[in-house]
């Protein structure tokens, strides 16, 4: 149970550690963003797949469970898409419309956005340590997590102080929107816990969450201001780092 909390607090903190420095850094160049950005994508897709489908394979032997839980997580995300907009938009890289919530205050949006998002990461993480055998914790999930929080945390912070919010304030909405992922990773964690037998299912689910905000959000950020090969490098740098602790 201790490592469900350090996993947890670990998150959290990752999201506040990328907030502060975007108090000091309020507009990093997209060489270099784009860069970080496709390293983290790299190890989102190494933890999602090794840390989440691969393990629910082995656990169910079903490749129907696996195959049903990785597209119902993706289909969820994109459920979720249809109400908040991308990432990506938020921040002024693309323009996108969503009908449906445009009468919503845009600062409420933004963290609607991310704080939707910021759930179903904190289960990925809270299911992969329920599955792990006891003693031998797997952190690869929420160290995947953790490190992906650090530029979108970073990310928080621009365009609430461009509204107008206070830093005090946005501090507050930064730390808040990391306690949403941990409530995500107890609550992944405790229902992975109670049901064995729903388990794979749940690991598979997660790791389908985690591959669609990696394809959907953020590849296509690294790849929108003209620095594609650093950023498909990186990726491929951070899917070996990842590797490299498996």
Known sequence: MTDIWISAVGLCGSTVIGSIIGFFLKELPHKVNDTI???CAGIMLAASTLGLIVPSYE???????????????????????????????ITGLDPEEHKHNSHLNGVLLFVMAIALHKLPEGMAAGVSMSASPLGDTD???????????????????????????????????????????VIGALLGYGLGESSEFFLPFLLAFAGGA??????????????????????????LLGYVTLLLFE
Do not use: C
């Open 139 to 181: 952190w690869s999930v929420s160290m995947g997590i953790a490190l992906q929080n650090i530029p979108e945390g970073m990310v928080i912070i621009a365009p609430l102080l461009m509204a107008g919010v206070s830093r005090l304030r946005t501090f507050l909405i930064a730390i808040g929107i990391g306690l949403i992922e």
């Open 210 to 235: 985690m591959l669609y905000v990696t394809s959907d959000e953020m590849i296509p950020e690294s790849h929108t201001h003209g620095y594609q090969k650093n950023a498909t490098f990186a990726l």
């Open 59 to 89: 656990m169910s032997g079903s490749w129907i469970i696996v195959v049903v839980g990785v597209m119902t997580g993706a289909f969820f995300l994109n459920v979720l898409d249809l109400v908040t907009p991308h990432l990506h938009t």
């Open 37 to 39: 950005v496709g390293y």
